[in-house]
């Protein structure tokens, strides 16, 4: 049975997941009192045996050392969370999957401007909301006949919705809003009300009201001002614990898996060291955006196309998408472009979905003012480039002036595929 300390910050929802695993399997899992978020993880010792310096992190007391909340989660627990077969181990993976790549992106984006986390932008949270219906409408209909998720207990597919969705059911979901989802509310309820759940996260409230942007939390924590969308200049402040939405119990956030998990003052431009160069991107976006692309739109960007500073690239998601529907992998490219938003001055890029519901491939096209993959330029940019392939291209190349046509225009041969969506960052 596994037992160690686990590092982390107080109501982390993805510590949360481990630490109620471990009332399942009955691992002797302790919190480490003394973390300091933003100090202990960047310590000399602690970089040693976590060089990511991310959390949440587990030690064990046989020195095995693990990060990653899902990978800490499967290791703390016992096997009846695993599944009682490979088929029901296979499902459960793909229900974290799809809490992790379909549910979390959105509920960041909606959440954490109500707790000043992050700045208000009115599109940006209309698309969250209507990602949450969407997913929420697929686990009702797929809870009608089932108390679980997968089988007939509580699995870490479980676990991971419920911690995924802890922040939305306590902040957002006022009672008008989850209505339609009986089931869902129903499965997140008791689960919520099982021992083992209530040991780590306490009495779950259901939200009575639609909690909005905090423009005054938001001021108090950056020291800026609160325009309703872009970015504000920021002051630097020292590390702090995550802000708490209530008074009467710290609630989890729906933090950002690869940052140090608090919220943190603008850094420098991460292509302000690159040369800026001749190409006027913004005028390329408004040409394309507002003119016919083939007859404008091509012809502009192979006219005023930067040779020396900026570079293009062909890309394909190398993930498996077997089983799942076709909404769900257009999901997975609008989180990408949420995740990327800071990206866009310097980028544009095009990507298809390719097949039908349950087979499907994506690809795409980009180009950004860099010439290396410029997704390494900051860590808010690796979530998802490490799903593709990604491949240089010679702008000169006949290969090249081709992807370009058909990737600009949505439109040509690609090898037999159908096109069945499609999605263009800029």
Known sequence: MAAGTLYTYPQSFRANKALIAAQYSGADVVVDSKFKLGETNKSADFLKKFPNGKVPAFEGKDGFVLT???????YVSSSQLHG?????AALIQQWISFSDNEVLPAACTWV???????????????????????????????????TFVVGERVTLADISL????????????????????????????????????????GEVKLATKMATFDAKKYQELHGGATGGSGDSKKKE???????????????????????????KSESKDPFSVFPKGTMNLDEFKRV???????????????????????????????????????????????????????FRKNAFGSM?????????????????????????????????????????LDPDSDETKELVKKYFLHDGDFGGKTIADGKIFK
């Not at 009682?84 to 029901?88: G, V």
């Not at 932008?121 to 929420?136: E, F, G, P, W, Y």
């Not at 020292?238 to 690869?258: G, I």
Request: proline content about 8%; charged content about 30%.
């Open 288 to 342: 394309y955006s507002n003119q016919d692309i083939l007859t404008e739109a091509i012809p502009y960007f192979w006219k005023n196309f930067d040779r020396d500073n900026y570079s293009i690239w062909y890309c394909e998601y190398t993930e498996n998408l077997q089983g799942k529907m076709a909404f769900m992998v257009s999901n997975l490219v609008e989180g990408m472009f949420q995740r990327l938003d800071k």
């Open 84 to 88: 009682e077969n490979s088929k029901d």
């Open 68 to 74: 990653e909340s899902n990978a800490i989660a499967y």
């Open 352 to 392: 298809l979905i390719f097949g039908e519901s349950k087979n499907n491939s994506i690809a795409g096209l980009w180009f950004w003012r860099c010439p290396d993959l410029a997704f390494k330029l900051s860590p808010d940019w690796m979530v998802d480039y490490e799903s593709y392939s990604w491949r240089k």
């Open 237 to 263: 402040k020292k590390p702090a614990q995550p802000p708490q939405p209530k008074k009467e119990k710290p609630a989890p956030k729906p933090e950002p898996e690869n940052e140090d998990d608090e919220p």
């Open 162 to 201: 419920v911690c995924n969705l802890q922040a939305l059911y306590e902040q957002v979901l006022d009672p008008e809003f989850r209505k339609p989802y009986q089931n869902v509310n129903r499965w997140f309820t008791t689960a919520t009300n099982q021992p083992q759940f209530k040991k780590i996260l």
């Open 112 to 146: 954490f401007p109500c707790l000043g986390i992050t700045q208000f932008n009115k599109q940006d949270t209309d698309r969250a909301k209507d990602q949450i219906k969407r997913v929420l409408t697929l686990l009702n209909d797929h809870l009608l006949t089932r």
